[in-house]
Structures are given as C-alpha cells and as structure tokens.
C-alpha cells in the first residue's frame, strides 16, 4: 500500500518512508518509534506559549491543549517560553513527528 496519511500508515507490519525519491527509512512501526521522543508543553494560557513557540520552531502542534514540539530539547523549548508559566517535559514522539524529523535530516 502507498500513502500519503501517516494514520494509514501506522495501521502497516512494516513501513517503508521515501522522500525525494530515495528511502530514508524502513522497519516495523515499533523499531520507528522506538526511543523517538518529543518535547510536550502544557501551559495555563496555551496560546501564547503557542505563539511564541511557533516562532522559533517550525513543527509546533496543538494536541488538545498540550503543544508538542518535536526535534527540539527541553532546554531549548524553556528558553523560547521565556516568561511563560508551563510545565515542559518529554514524551514518546508520534509517526507523524517522527515523520517531520526525517524530512529535515534528509
């Protein structure tokens, strides 16, 4: 099967990730995901801290009200917050930001 929805996706055994015509990865979904992590952001007032994350980091996602940063360090997601009060901490990544880190290494 060939798709372009990493939810499809991550219903496959095995997956196969091309970019530029070149594969750039391949395995289980698990061997993947294993020990990928991202960065997750909860804060009080999550659109300002949204705004300001999004500024400085180019693959920002709102999760509910939780902001997951992916490819990026704690330390560096503290320092963008600057003055803004939220508790930053790091959880395993998904497909779809494992996805978005690939495509920059590429």
Same mark, same amino acid.
């Given at each position: &099967? ?6 499809? %996706? ?7 990730? !091309? ?7 391949? /395995?289980? &979904?698990?061997?993947? !995901?294993? /020990?990928?992590?991202?960065?997750? +952001? ?19 996602? !709102? ?5 997951? +940063?992916?490819?990026?360090?704690? %330390? ?13 901490? +790091? ?6 930001? +494992?996805?978005?880190? !690939?495509?920059?290494?590429?």
């Amino acid at each position: &099967m060939t798709t372009h929805h990493m939810s499809e %996706a991550e219903q496959c055994d095995r997956v196969m990730v !091309l970019m530029s015509g070149r594969v750039v990865v391949s /395995g289980t &979904m698990a061997s993947l !995901l294993d /020990g990928e992590e991202t960065v997750v +952001v909860a804060a009080d007032d999550w659109s300002d801290a949204f705004a300001r994350l999004d500024t400085v980091f180019s693959a920002v996602a !709102l999760a509910g009200r939780a902001i997951r +940063v992916p490819d990026a360090t704690v %330390a560096a997601v503290r320092a963008a917050l600057g003055d803004i009060p939220a508790e930053v901490c +790091v959880a395993p990544a998904s497909f779809d930001e +494992v996805f978005v880190t !690939l495509g920059r290494s590429t």
